[in-house]
């Protein structure tokens, strides 16, 4: 489980990687346009439809090292007042809603991408298919739905883990 975790991880910080890189991508290409526009009345075109293709596979990029490094917003209050073991409890509470809303969104990525394929959609300039970069995000989407389905995992055993050795996305464990 160790590697299968290890790897997973490893794939979801390059793909975090990968959709920074578009990101900044972006930024330089809007930024580009901004100036050509002021200083020589000549946009860039074709920028609108860039951004509106790629920010979907930005965006579901990174969620896959997001739910690995557990990097979402989260309350502690009660697990604090608890203790360890409602600590545990509740960390796997929220794993599995995690995983749910995760699944309900990948679920939807693939007929949605199907939609636009059936319907030819295309971007308005540049008339890029826009299927691909959707079928690309719900890939990413279920990745995500993997490395929570792992974390779940994770999660559970923390829950009867007894001893205090560290597990392997736990924040506090030493560096090697």
Not at 106 to 114: D, K, L
Request: aromatic letters at 10%; a neutral charge; glycine letters at 6%.
């Amino acid at each position: 489980m160790t590697m299968v975790w290890t790897r997973s991880l490893g794939l979801a910080r390059a793909l975090a990687l990968v959709g920074f890189t578009g990101l900044l991508i972006l930024a330089l290409m809007t930024t580009l346009d901004v100036l050509l526009r002021w200083l020589f009345k000549a946009p860039l075109q074709g920028v609108n439809d860039v951004s509106s293709v790629v920010m979907a596979v930005v965006i579901a990029a990174c969620i896959p090292a997001n739910l690995a490094m557990k990097q979402n917003i989260r309350v502690e209050v009660f697990g604090a007042l608890g203790g360890r073991r409602v600590h545990n409890v509740l960390e796997v509470l929220s794993s599995v809603l995690t995983l749910v809303f995760i699944l309900m969104i990948a679920w939807q990525f693939v007929p949605y991408a199907a939609s636009l394929k059936a319907g030819g959609d295309r971007t308005w300039v540049l008339g890029w298919p826009v299927w691909p970069w959707w079928s690309v995000a719900a890939v990413m989407m279920w990745l995500a739905a993997f490395v929570q389905a792992m974390v779940l995992v994770i999660d559970v055993i923390a829950l009867f883990h007894r001893t205090d050795d560290p597990l392997p996305h736990d924040d506090t464990a030493p560096a090697a």
